[in-house]
Each structure stands twice: as structure tokens, then as C-alpha cells.
């Protein structure tokens, strides 16, 4: 025990001299490291933990713009507001030692487009924040964005390789099978008689190249024959005659009966055996001309035929055809030759290969689509004519271009854009000019390289970035385009809306170049006001959300309208507002919110043009939902008629003289 109490006791007094020695020799010791280049100019972990944890600033998901040192609530929308990840380091550079650092300007933390050029204090009262310029990133590429390695995998950004390959796309059809015209065939006869045996018992018989198929009594076959054997006989007896003319009109008449036989499909064996054997045969056998399946079945033993009758379709299956409509707008893809993948749903997971054949050259006027012919082997007998089937045609759409994925590029309507990864957790936007698209992956033309890599998801989350970045860099530029170094721009620009709308409040109508104006006589001053009031009245209902007494408001806000026809308000606006009323009066709380948003752009215009006056007097403000992307007016707290309770206070007041 008393071991013990001593090793603490020289503890003790170790720690005391250390801590008198460190206090004492601290300066000596701090310049002795700093001369060696062992010690910088971070405070140590405890310190700069706390320097963090005091510099932390809040925002919000939905409403980026809003921005504060201490958590709470968004003032827009109500959502809890999360911490800014290391104060901005998600969107900043590696911190470089203080004295490598240079203060580019100073901002206000809930408003980024309020900019001094030396520090203050906000119009909130808040303490203006630095921003440090990035001067080697920003030389080697001013529209690359940093984001913080750990934020990269949270918010799950993967990428992909730009390759180039061959561009494809699937077209996919229904198609019917049907018999391959090449190969059908009608059997009938070039001789009139009966038809004594019938080997062809049923339809959808098969049939082997060389079956008998019928045997035919005619007549004038037998006749033929005889008239044969008489010629051949004639040739005999006149061969050795010393006039040439006897001896050649035998051989003429010998022959003409010999091709009247052939005519009639009689076939040289049968007719050498005529002449070998002389005896005639009373019946004529035809035989199929190759394998194939009867059907069609005309003919019945005893009937009599004509020549030329339809007796017998034969269809060699062997290969079937598929036609398959496609649409005229897939027609450019659309080839000979292009791979067919076909599958029945009565043999699930047996895909049969083919191709297509043929473009049929008319197009169908009703159903605009175009008739394609496709051609497959069918060995096994599996497709059968009148069968539904589903047809995959891969065309290939280019032929080794540089190819981007679908999912990596952001069609924002006037542009197409995609976010390629650079070094230093570094992305950088850039702006694509597109080619046809396939299946997985759009043409490039312009704005990309093969091999470099791009984002394929959460690129809106990187996009909102690069756009905030874009317009402070945009006052930045006009502000040193006007040479007004110590001037301050406008607290308030068209690019953003104010965070907070509760404190700092709506620009009234008068701020917004809507009030002032010539007075306006008695009777249209009422009327504008019977215009605002039953317009306020709809929106505080929406704002309720209800739609009760919505519809006899509107029929006091047409009747307004009506009374200022002409005095102030234009047919088009009129007619603008008759169009969406059915859908205010429905008494469908979403049709009427949908049918607000129009109404309330002709009122705007009405208070910002005419009744300026009035709608100052009323002290009217406009606010805009980005949610929605809908502008309102009313008066008093914001109450968003587009959403209702369930983000109430979702509003962003318009800036001067603007509509978004």
C-alpha cells in the first residue's frame, strides 16, 4: 500500500514539473519545432474542435438559401434545418495554412448575394462570413465544384467510363406469323377429266417431295398417247424413204405431239416409257414438288376438273415469314439485314434468331405505322402460321462513336448537361451536344472524351451546387465590371429569394414598382377592390384548405372582371381567366389550386399595371411557391394556397419589379 502511495505521489510531482516546465519554456520550445518545420499553424484537436463546432452553420434541404449559426427550423418551409458539413467544406478546397490564405470578399450567412469587400455586419445584424479565394483551382478550372469525400459516398455519386462503341436500340413489336409466299403452291391441271384416286386424305397433311398426290382420267390424255405411238410408229416406217420431205414431216409431227404431252405435265420418263413400252395409260399421277404441308384441299375422288382448277395448296414451313408494324418515327432505324429476336409465349424462354427482310414501301394512314417483313427457320415445325409473337429488332444505331449513359446526362430543356469526376474530388459540369440515343447510352458530338469519367447519380445534388457557385460568381463579375470596389450590390437580386419571410417580410406592392400612380375615379377603384378582396378571400380559403365558398368568390371576382372590362382589363386576360374558372368552382381542392396559378398571373398583372394604387392601399404582397413554381398575392404572414398546412409557410417574396 505504501508502494503504491508513493509511485503516485512521484506521478504527481512529474506532471507538476512538466506542466511549469511547458509554461515556462513554451515559446522556446513552440520557436525551436516552427524552425525545424515540425510544427504549423493548426490549433491543436480540442481547439479546433471547437472552432468548428462554434463556426457551424445550418440550412435547409429544401431552401439551400437559407442559412444560419444556429439550428432550428426552416422559416420557408418548417423542415428541420442539418448542419453545413464542416462549414462549407463540401464545396470548398483542403483548408491551406492561415497565412497562405486570401479573403476574397465577405457575405452574409442567410443571404449569399449581400457581398462587402471588408467584414460587417449583415442588414439581419448578423456577422458577415469570409470566402477565401481558390486561386489555383479556380486557374485550372473555374466551374469545378469540391465535394467532401465523405459527402461523395453518402449521398451514393456513382460514376462511369465515356466509352467508345457501337450505339444500339431495341425496337419492340408484335408480329404474326405467316407462310413464306416463296414457297406456296397451287397444284391443278392443264387437262380436263376426273379424278379417279385422291392420295391427299386430309388438310395439314405433310407431304414428301415426289408423293403421288392424285391420279386424273382425261380423255384427250389417252387420246395424246395414242396419237404418239402413231407418230412414233410413222417415224419408223418413213426413216429409210429417199424423200426428205416425208422423212421430215414425220419427225415434225412426232415432236409436236411429244411437247403437247409435255404441256400437259407429262414428264419425260413417262413418256420414254410410253414410246419404249407402247402402252397407253389411262390415268395421269401428279406429284408433289417438294415437303411440305397440304393446306389447302379442293379436290375429291370422282370429280370432274377443269383445267386450270385449284385442286391443292402446298406451303413448304421450312422458313416462315413475321410481319411486324413499326412506327414512322422508328423508321430511320429500321434496315435490311438487322438482327430479330422473337419469342412465343406458349414457349417460354426459347428466343428464335432471324432477320429483318423487307420494308414494305406504304405506310398505314389510319395507325401511321409501316408494315415490316422478317424472315426465320422454322426446322422443327415450332411457328405456325396465324401466331402472335413478340419481336425485338437491335438496329445499330452508329457505328464506334463516343458514348455516354443514359443516366449520366440532365435534360434540363434547353441544355444537356453531365458531371464529369476530376482529380481532388473535383466535378465539373459540362455542356453535351447529343446524337441519336440507344438503349444504354447517347452519341456524343461535342463536350466529352473517351475515357473520362462521369457522374451517373445524385447529379442534381451537384448541379444545385454548380448553380449556386455560377451566380455568385456572376455578382461577383458585374461588380467588378462597374469598378465599385466599396460598393455593395443589390441585397437582393432576381437570382435568389430572401431565407426568411417571416422576419424580413414580403415586398409590399409599393416596393415592387406597383404602387404610386394616377387616382383613379370612384367607380373602377371599387371595382379593383372588389377584384382584390374576392381574390384574397380565395386564397386564404386554399391557403385552408378547403374550397368552401371558393365558387361564389369567384363568380364576385368575374364580376369584377366583367365591370372593368375595358377599363383596365383585356379580353385575353379575360379570356385567360373563363378558362381556368370551371376548375376553381369544381370544388376539387387540387383542380382549384391548379386553376388558382393562372388566375393569380392575370391579377398580378392587374396590380402591377392599372391598380397599382389600389393594391398599395390594401398593402398586398407577392410571394412565390418554388415548390409549386406558382406566384400568389395576399396580405399579412405567408399562407401558401398551393400546398395548405402542409408547408403553410413555404413562400418566397418576388423580388423588385419581378415574376418568376
Avoid at 111 to 132: A, C, F, H, N, W
Avoid at 266 to 293: C, H, K, M, W
Avoid at 442 to 454: I, K, N, P, S
Avoid at 573 to 585: C, D, I, P, S, W
Wanted: contains cysteine; glycine residues 8%.
Amino acid at each position: 500500500m505504501k508502494r503504491t502511495l508513493g509511485w503516485v505521489g512521484l506521478v504527481l510531482v512529474g506532471t507538476a514539473l512538466g506542466l511549469w516546465a511547458g509554461g515556462r519554456f513554451a515559446p522556446q520550445l513552440h520557436g525551436l519545432l516552427h524552425t525545424a518545420g515540425l510544427h504549423g499553424d493548426h490549433p491543436a484537436p480540442a481547439q479546433e474542435g471547437a472552432a468548428t463546432a462554434a463556426k457551424r452553420l445550418y440550412t435547409c434541404g429544401m431552401h439551400p438559401q437559407v442559412i444560419q449559426d444556429h439550428p432550428g427550423n426552416c422559416p420557408i418551409c418548417g423542415m428541420r434545418l442539418v448542419p453545413v458539413r464542416g462549414n462549407g467544406e463540401a464545396s470548398a478546397p483542403p483548408a491551406k495554412p492561415k497565412g497562405e490564405r486570401k479573403i476574397k470578399y465577405w457575405v452574409a450567412p442567410m443571404d449569399p448575394t449581400y457581398i462587402r469587400d471588408s467584414p460587417g455586419k449583415s442588414p439581419m445584424g448578423m456577422e458577415l462570413v469570409p470566402v477565401y479565394e481558390e486561386a489555383e483551382a479556380a486557374a485550372e478550372n473555374p466551374n469545378a465544384i469540391r465535394i467532401d469525400p465523405s459527402v461523395v459516398q453518402n449521398i451514393g455519386v456513382r460514376t462511369a467510363v465515356v466509352a467508345r462503341r457501337d450505339l444500339t436500340r431495341s425496337l419492340r413489336t408484335i408480329g404474326r406469323v405467316t407462310v413464306d409466299e416463296k414457297r406456296l403452291t397451287e397444284i391443278n391441271t392443264k387437262v380436263g377429266g376426273w379424278i379417279e384416286r385422291l392420295f391427299v386424305a386430309e388438310t395439314g397433311q405433310q407431304v414428301r417431295r415426289g408423293d403421288p398426290l392424285l391420279t386424273l382420267y382425261a380423255p384427250d390424255l389417252v387420246t395424246t398417247q395414242r396419237e404418239y405411238l402413231l407418230a412414233v410408229d410413222n417415224l419408223r416406217k418413213v426413216g429409210a424413204s429417199p424423200f426428205p420431205e416425208v422423212v421430215e414431216g414425220a419427225k415434225r409431227l412426232l415432236a409436236s405431239t411429244r411437247e403437247r404431252l409435255a404441256l400437259w405435265d407429262i414428264n419425260r420418263a413417262q413418256i420414254d416409257r410410253l414410246e419404249r413400252t407402247a402402252v397407253v395409260e389411262r390415268t395421269l399421277t401428279l406429284y408433289s414438288p417438294f415437303d411440305g404441308v397440304v393446306l389447302e384441299r379442293h379436290a375429291t375422288e370422282g370429280m370432274y376438273v377443269t383445267p386450270g382448277q385449284p385442286l391443292l395448296q402446298l406451303a413448304d414451313l421450312s422458313r416462315v415469314w413475321v410481319l411486324a408494324d413499326v412506327y414512322e418515327s422508328e423508321l430511320p432505324w429500321v434496315r435490311p439485314n438487322t438482327p430479330a429476336d422473337m419469342t412465343l409465349s406458349y414457349h417460354p424462354g426459347q428466343v428464335f434468331k432471324g432477320k429483318l427482310d423487307y420494308v414494305y414501301p406504304t405506310l398505314d394512314p389510319k395507325t401511321r405505322v409501316i408494315q415490316v417483313r422478317l424472315v426465320f427457320a422454322n426446322p422443327q415445325g415450332d411457328l405456325k402460321p396465324g401466331m402472335y409473337a413478340d419481336v425485338a429488332l437491335t438496329p445499330r444505331v452508329a457505328a464506334s462513336v463516343v458514348v455516354v449513359p443514359n443516366e449520366a446526362v440532365i435534360h434540363s430543356g434547353r441544355r444537356n448537361l453531365a458531371f464529369v469526376r476530376l482529380p481532388d474530388n473535383r466535378f465539373e459540369p459540362r455542356t453535351l451536344t447529343l446524337g441519336p440515343a440507344g438503349d444504354d447510352g447517347q452519341q456524343v458530338l461535342a463536350g466529352l472524351a473517351e475515357g473520362e469519367t462521369v457522374v451517373t447519380s445524385a447529379q442534381f445534388l451537384l448541379d444545385s451546387e454548380s448553380q449556386l457557385k455560377e451566380a455568385v460568381a456572376k455578382l461577383m463579375a458585374v461588380r467588378q465590371e462597374s469598378g465599385a470596389a466599396a460598393a455593395a450590390p443589390p441585397a437582393r437580386a432576381p437570382i435568389t429569394a430572401p431565407a426568411a419571410p417571416a422576419a424580413v417580410g414580403a415586398a409590399p406592392m409599393a416596393d415592387m414598382a406597383m404602387g404610386g400612380g394616377a387616382p383613379l375615379p370612384a367607380g373602377q377603384a371599387a371595382a379593383y377592390h372588389d377584384l382584390f378582396t374576392t381574390y384574397l378571400a380565395i386564397q386564404a380559403a386554399l391557403a385552408g384548405d378547403t374550397t368552401a365558398r371558393v365558387a361564389e368568390q369567384a363568380k364576385g371576382l368575374m364580376a369584377a372582371l366583367h365591370a372593368l372590362a375595358d377599363q383596365g382589363i383585356s379580353a385575353a386576360q379575360m379570356q385567360r381567366v373563363h378558362a381556368e374558372l370551371a376548375g376553381l368552382q369544381s370544388g376539387d381542392l387540387q383542380r382549384a389550386r391548379g386553376a388558382f396559378g393562372p388566375i393569380s398571373e392575370v391579377v398580378l398583372e392587374v396590380a402591377a399595371g392599372p391598380a397599382k394604387a389600389a393594391a398599395a392601399t390594401l398593402g398586398l404582397a407577392a410571394y412565390h411557391c418554388p415548390m409549386s413554381h406558382a406566384n400568389w398575392l395576399q396580405k399579412g404572414e405567408v399562407a401558401n394556397p398551393y400546398f395548405g398546412a402542409s408547408m403553410l409557410r413555404c413562400g418566397e417574396p418576388l423580388s423588385v419589379g419581378s415574376r418568376q
